[in-house]
Protein backbone atom coordinates (compact mmCIF):
# COMPACT_ATOMS: atom_id res chain seq x y z
CA UNK A 1 0.00 0.00 0.00
CA UNK A 2 1.63 3.36 -1.35
CA UNK A 3 -0.69 5.56 0.95
CA UNK A 4 -2.33 7.29 -1.75
CA UNK A 5 -5.54 6.62 -2.41
CA UNK A 6 -8.03 7.36 -5.56
CA UNK A 7 -11.61 7.06 -5.96
CA UNK A 8 -13.64 5.64 -7.43
CA UNK A 9 -11.70 2.44 -8.29
CA UNK A 10 -14.14 1.35 -11.50
CA UNK A 11 -16.26 4.44 -13.47
CA UNK A 12 -18.29 3.18 -16.45
CA UNK A 13 -20.23 6.05 -18.43
CA UNK A 14 -21.09 7.19 -21.81
CA UNK A 15 -19.75 9.42 -24.34
CA UNK A 16 -20.57 12.97 -24.11
CA UNK A 17 -20.62 12.63 -20.09
CA UNK A 18 -18.39 14.14 -17.52
CA UNK A 19 -16.66 12.78 -14.72
CA UNK A 20 -14.71 13.41 -12.01
CA UNK A 21 -11.42 11.56 -10.49
CA UNK A 22 -10.52 12.04 -6.81
CA UNK A 23 -7.02 11.45 -4.99
CA UNK A 24 -5.56 11.99 -1.95
CA UNK A 25 -1.69 12.02 -1.38
CA UNK A 26 0.66 9.86 0.97
CA UNK A 27 0.48 12.48 4.38
CA UNK A 28 3.11 14.76 4.26
CA UNK A 29 3.38 14.81 0.13
CA UNK A 30 2.94 18.23 -1.44
CA UNK A 31 3.16 17.30 -5.12
CA UNK A 32 0.02 15.18 -6.68
CA UNK A 33 0.88 13.58 -10.62
CA UNK A 34 -1.87 12.47 -13.00
CA UNK A 35 -0.94 10.05 -15.66
CA UNK A 36 -3.11 8.33 -17.97
CA UNK A 37 -2.60 4.45 -19.05
CA UNK A 38 -3.76 3.20 -22.30
CA UNK A 39 -3.00 0.45 -24.54
CA UNK A 40 -2.56 2.22 -27.37
CA UNK A 41 -0.57 5.30 -25.74
CA UNK A 42 1.10 3.87 -22.90
CA UNK A 43 1.31 5.81 -20.07
CA UNK A 44 1.42 9.42 -20.29
CA UNK A 45 1.68 12.12 -17.98
CA UNK A 46 -0.95 14.74 -18.39
CA UNK A 47 -0.46 17.55 -15.42
CA UNK A 48 1.26 18.15 -11.73
CA UNK A 49 0.50 20.30 -9.06
CA UNK A 50 2.45 21.26 -5.84
CA UNK A 51 0.82 23.15 -3.07
CA UNK A 52 -1.82 23.86 -5.08
CA UNK A 53 -0.41 25.37 -7.70
CA UNK A 54 0.12 24.19 -11.09
CA UNK A 55 3.97 23.03 -12.35
CA UNK A 56 4.07 20.69 -15.11
CA UNK A 57 1.87 19.77 -17.86
CA UNK A 58 1.62 17.07 -20.32
CA UNK A 59 -0.29 15.54 -22.74
CA UNK A 60 -3.79 16.76 -20.97
CA UNK A 61 -6.35 17.55 -23.41
CA UNK A 62 -8.34 20.77 -23.31
CA UNK A 63 -11.53 18.74 -22.38
CA UNK A 64 -9.45 17.52 -19.16
CA UNK A 65 -8.87 19.57 -16.23
CA UNK A 66 -7.63 19.14 -12.87
CA UNK A 67 -6.75 21.19 -9.37
CA UNK A 68 -5.81 20.64 -5.75
CA UNK A 69 -7.00 21.82 -3.57
CA UNK A 70 -5.90 23.29 0.32
CA UNK A 71 -5.75 19.89 1.91
CA UNK A 72 -3.83 18.34 -0.84
CA UNK A 73 -6.28 16.13 -2.52
CA UNK A 74 -6.58 16.56 -5.98
CA UNK A 75 -9.54 16.01 -8.76
CA UNK A 76 -9.06 15.11 -12.51
CA UNK A 77 -12.44 16.44 -14.47
CA UNK A 78 -12.73 14.55 -17.34
CA UNK A 79 -15.57 16.14 -19.69
CA UNK A 80 -17.02 15.85 -23.67
CA UNK A 81 -15.64 11.81 -23.00
CA UNK A 82 -14.99 9.85 -26.09
CA UNK A 83 -14.74 6.27 -26.34
CA UNK A 84 -10.72 6.92 -26.26
CA UNK A 85 -10.88 8.03 -23.04
CA UNK A 86 -11.08 4.76 -21.71
CA UNK A 87 -7.88 4.26 -19.60
CA UNK A 88 -6.42 3.42 -16.38
CA UNK A 89 -5.77 6.91 -14.58
CA UNK A 90 -3.05 6.97 -11.37
CA UNK A 91 -2.62 9.33 -9.76
CA UNK A 92 0.79 9.83 -7.94
CA UNK A 93 2.29 11.86 -5.14
CA UNK A 94 5.68 12.85 -3.98
CA UNK A 95 7.15 14.75 -1.03
CA UNK A 96 8.76 17.80 -3.20
CA UNK A 97 8.28 18.67 -7.01
CA UNK A 98 12.45 18.79 -7.90
CA UNK A 99 13.92 16.02 -9.97
CA UNK A 100 14.68 13.74 -7.51
CA UNK A 101 11.49 12.84 -5.64
CA UNK A 102 10.44 9.64 -6.11
CA UNK A 103 6.66 9.46 -6.96
CA UNK A 104 4.65 7.13 -4.96
CA UNK A 105 1.43 5.93 -7.01
CA UNK A 106 -2.46 5.18 -6.16
CA UNK A 107 -4.03 2.03 -7.36
CA UNK A 108 -5.70 3.51 -9.92
CA UNK A 109 -9.21 4.41 -11.52
CA UNK A 110 -10.42 2.27 -14.56
CA UNK A 111 -12.25 4.12 -16.67
CA UNK A 112 -14.95 2.79 -19.31
CA UNK A 113 -16.70 5.30 -21.74
CA UNK A 114 -19.41 3.30 -23.84
CA UNK B 1 12.38 10.80 -32.00
CA UNK B 2 11.51 8.27 -28.85
CA UNK B 3 12.66 9.95 -25.66
CA UNK B 4 12.92 6.78 -23.74
CA UNK B 5 13.39 3.07 -25.31
CA UNK B 6 13.14 0.04 -24.09
CA UNK B 7 13.87 -2.40 -26.68
CA UNK B 8 12.86 -5.51 -25.16
CA UNK B 9 8.89 -6.01 -25.22
CA UNK B 10 9.02 -9.72 -23.19
CA UNK B 11 12.11 -11.14 -21.42
CA UNK B 12 12.42 -14.64 -19.47
CA UNK B 13 14.79 -15.40 -16.56
CA UNK B 14 15.24 -18.61 -14.61
CA UNK B 15 14.58 -18.04 -11.09
CA UNK B 16 17.58 -17.13 -8.70
CA UNK B 17 19.32 -15.69 -11.82
CA UNK B 18 20.02 -12.12 -12.40
CA UNK B 19 18.28 -10.19 -15.86
CA UNK B 20 18.88 -6.62 -17.18
CA UNK B 21 16.11 -4.86 -18.73
CA UNK B 22 17.25 -2.34 -20.89
CA UNK B 23 16.84 1.43 -21.07
CA UNK B 24 17.73 4.14 -23.27
CA UNK B 25 17.09 7.87 -23.01
CA UNK B 26 17.41 11.13 -25.23
CA UNK B 27 17.38 14.41 -23.73
CA UNK B 28 19.90 17.78 -24.31
CA UNK B 29 18.29 18.57 -20.73
CA UNK B 30 21.87 18.56 -18.59
CA UNK B 31 19.45 18.30 -15.61
CA UNK B 32 17.46 15.63 -15.51
CA UNK B 33 16.43 12.12 -13.23
CA UNK B 34 15.87 8.36 -14.43
CA UNK B 35 13.20 6.07 -12.83
CA UNK B 36 12.46 2.65 -12.67
CA UNK B 37 9.18 1.08 -11.65
CA UNK B 38 7.25 -1.95 -11.96
CA UNK B 39 3.80 -2.96 -12.51
CA UNK B 40 2.43 -6.18 -11.78
CA UNK B 41 -0.79 -7.70 -12.98
CA UNK B 42 -2.77 -6.18 -10.00
CA UNK B 43 -2.07 -2.88 -11.76
CA UNK B 44 -0.36 -0.80 -9.52
CA UNK B 45 2.84 1.09 -9.93
CA UNK B 46 5.83 0.61 -7.52
CA UNK B 47 8.90 2.84 -7.47
CA UNK B 48 12.15 0.90 -7.98
CA UNK B 49 14.92 2.99 -8.26
CA UNK B 50 16.35 6.38 -9.01
CA UNK B 51 18.89 7.89 -10.43
CA UNK B 52 19.85 11.42 -11.42
CA UNK B 53 21.97 12.37 -13.63
CA UNK B 54 24.65 14.30 -11.70
CA UNK B 55 24.56 11.56 -9.54
CA UNK B 56 28.46 9.93 -9.74
CA UNK B 57 27.99 6.34 -8.30
CA UNK B 58 24.81 3.91 -10.13
CA UNK B 59 22.04 3.69 -7.81
CA UNK B 60 21.52 0.08 -5.97
CA UNK B 61 18.39 -0.19 -3.80
CA UNK B 62 18.23 -3.95 -2.41
CA UNK B 63 17.76 -6.57 -5.91
CA UNK B 64 17.31 -3.42 -7.98
CA UNK B 65 20.43 -1.71 -9.41
CA UNK B 66 20.52 0.86 -12.64
CA UNK B 67 23.48 0.75 -14.66
CA UNK B 68 24.12 4.41 -15.46
CA UNK B 69 26.36 4.88 -18.44
CA UNK B 70 25.45 8.50 -19.01
CA UNK B 71 27.55 8.91 -22.39
CA UNK B 72 25.81 6.06 -23.70
CA UNK B 73 22.20 7.88 -21.99
CA UNK B 74 21.34 4.27 -21.03
CA UNK B 75 20.05 3.68 -17.63
CA UNK B 76 19.51 -0.52 -17.22
CA UNK B 77 17.77 -2.00 -14.55
CA UNK B 78 19.47 -5.20 -12.99
CA UNK B 79 17.97 -7.19 -10.54
CA UNK B 80 19.43 -9.84 -8.82
CA UNK B 81 18.27 -12.96 -7.64
CA UNK B 82 15.26 -13.09 -9.39
CA UNK B 83 12.11 -14.03 -7.55
CA UNK B 84 8.75 -15.34 -8.97
CA UNK B 85 7.41 -12.19 -7.47
CA UNK B 86 9.58 -10.23 -9.70
CA UNK B 87 7.38 -11.27 -12.76
CA UNK B 88 5.66 -7.96 -14.01
CA UNK B 89 5.94 -5.12 -16.28
CA UNK B 90 8.85 -2.65 -15.86
CA UNK B 91 9.12 0.84 -16.86
CA UNK B 92 11.35 2.78 -17.43
CA UNK B 93 11.00 6.81 -17.00
CA UNK B 94 13.12 10.24 -17.54
CA UNK B 95 12.36 13.48 -15.94
CA UNK B 96 13.72 16.12 -17.07
CA UNK B 97 13.78 19.85 -16.98
CA UNK B 98 13.94 22.00 -20.02
CA UNK B 99 15.67 25.14 -19.36
CA UNK B 100 12.92 26.94 -21.74
CA UNK B 101 10.00 25.62 -20.07
CA UNK B 102 8.45 23.65 -16.80
CA UNK B 103 9.18 19.32 -15.77
CA UNK B 104 8.44 16.62 -18.23
CA UNK B 105 7.75 12.92 -17.63
CA UNK B 106 8.22 10.30 -19.87
CA UNK B 107 7.95 6.90 -19.47
CA UNK B 108 8.94 4.23 -21.69
CA UNK B 109 6.72 1.53 -23.37
CA UNK B 110 7.86 -1.00 -21.01
CA UNK B 111 9.25 -4.73 -20.76
CA UNK B 112 7.23 -8.04 -19.38
CA UNK B 113 9.44 -9.89 -17.20
CA UNK B 114 8.68 -13.32 -16.58
CA UNK B 115 10.43 -15.29 -13.92
CA UNK B 116 10.57 -19.13 -14.50
CA UNK B 117 10.74 -21.61 -11.62
Known amino acids: DSGVTQTPKHLITATGQRVTLRCSPR?????VYWYQQSLDQGLQFLIQ???????AKGNILERFSAQQFPDLHSELNLSSLELGDSALYFC?????????????FGPGTRLTVT | AQKITQTQPGMFVQEKEAVTLDCTYD???????LFWYKQPSSGEMIFLIY??????QNATEGRYSLNFQKARKSANLVISASQLGDSAMYFC??????????????FGTGTRLKVLA
Open chain 1, 92 to 104: ASSVGQGLSYEQY
Open chain 1, 49 to 55: YYNGEER
Open chain 2, 51 to 56: QGSYDQ
Open chain 2, 27 to 33: TSDPSYG
Open chain 2, 93 to 106: AMRERPTSGTYKYI
Open chain 1, 27 to 31: SGDLS
